[in-house]
């Protein structure tokens, strides 16, 4: 038996060998192949100059094999060479128009370069193709929200807050959604949409100075000038915990944010009331928590 395997891998090497040597595309395969291999081989090492000489001679062998371009582009990328990169990608896709590798790979290079709304284009085709991916949801949404923030558009807006919604109903342990989704509401103008989500950012994250900072600023836009102070209290709280060499600052902030309020300020809206009650309600809830636990180590 041994002895017939190994009749079969001369012959199978004398077969390569001949076909190699009579046929040059057979051989131009066999060596990209062999290229390929090495590249990939010391672009996993880190070896990224040796890795761009092998990809390139891999080329000879496969020259329309998107798969190539890709690591090159990689390569690239992975030398602060955002141009080379990109023009590699759109090669990759060029050669294989139908590449979601490439094409998340050149909407990356785009977004990088600040290209945002090129970037978005190719964001919603891959979304248009997989439209069960909630993390394409969350990269057009982003997009979206990043040229609502640089061109104060509220088409923008809209169509963030639509894409981020679908992420933080799938994903609510999302916080970067949650945040993005606020703030977008915030920017238009919705300050009691922007309240319930800020609200909820605020109770399920106590610690965080930004949600609760948020939060008071939505409620003084919302004229609760003595819940927003409140909120700001909190704000300076967890920065004296979090960020201590920052606690000078954050205290003059609430203050201002106590000096706003007013004895002629009207009630505060139900909005503001139902945030407030259900912020209450879990704080309370979280206190009753830590309080047994501290009876059961006693």
């Not at 990224?48 to 329309?64: I, K, N, S």
């Not at 300050?191 to 949600?211: F, H, M, R, W």
Request: proline residues 4%; hydrophobic residues 40%.
């Amino acid at each position: 038996m041994f002895f017939l395997r190994l009749l079969f891998l001369v012959l199978m090497f004398t077969i390569i060998g001949l076909m190699v040597m009579f046929f040059p595309r057979v051989k131009s395969i066999t060596t990209g192949t062999y290229h390929f291999i090495q590249g990939q081989y010391e672009y996993d090492r880190g070896h990224l100059p040796e890795a761009r000489q092998d990809f390139e001679l891999a080329l000879r062998g496969y020259p329309d094999l998107a798969t190539v371009f890709i690591r090159l582009g990689d390569i690239e990328r992975a030398l602060k060479h955002p141009n080379d990169a990109l023009s590699y990608y759109q090669k990759a896709l060029d050669v294989n128009p139908k590449s979601k590798e490439a094409m998340h790979r050149l909407a990356e290079s785009e977004e990088k370069l600040g290209r945002l709304r090129l970037a978005l284009g190719i964001y919603a085709d891959l979304l248009k193709a997989d439209p069960k991916n909630i993390d394409l949801w969350r990269k057009v949404g982003t997009m979206y929200y990043k040229l609502g923030k640089e061109h104060s558009t509220m088409e923008d807006y809209d169509q963030a807050i639509t894409h981020l919604l679908n992420v933080v109903a799938k994903e609510p342990e999302d916080m970067g959604s949650r945040f993005k989704l606020a703030e977008s509401y915030f920017n238009q103008e919705r300050y009691t949409k922007a309240l319930g989500v800020y609200c909820d950012l605020a109770i399920d994250n106590p610690q965080s100075a930004e949600a609760l900072y948020s939060l008071a600023v939505t409620l003084a836009h919302l004229k609760a000038h003595k819940e927003a102070a409140e909120m700001m209290v909190r704000a300076t709280e967890a920065v004296e915990v979090t960020q201590p060499e920052l606690s000078q600052p954050w205290a003059a902030i609430a203050i201002k944010f106590q000096q706003a309020q007013s004895p002629t300020d009207k009630e505060p809206p139900k909005a503001v009331t139902a945030c407030m009650d259900k912020y209450h309600t879990a704080e309370e809830k979280r206190d009753k928590e830590a309080a047994a636990e501290a009876a059961t180590e006693e």
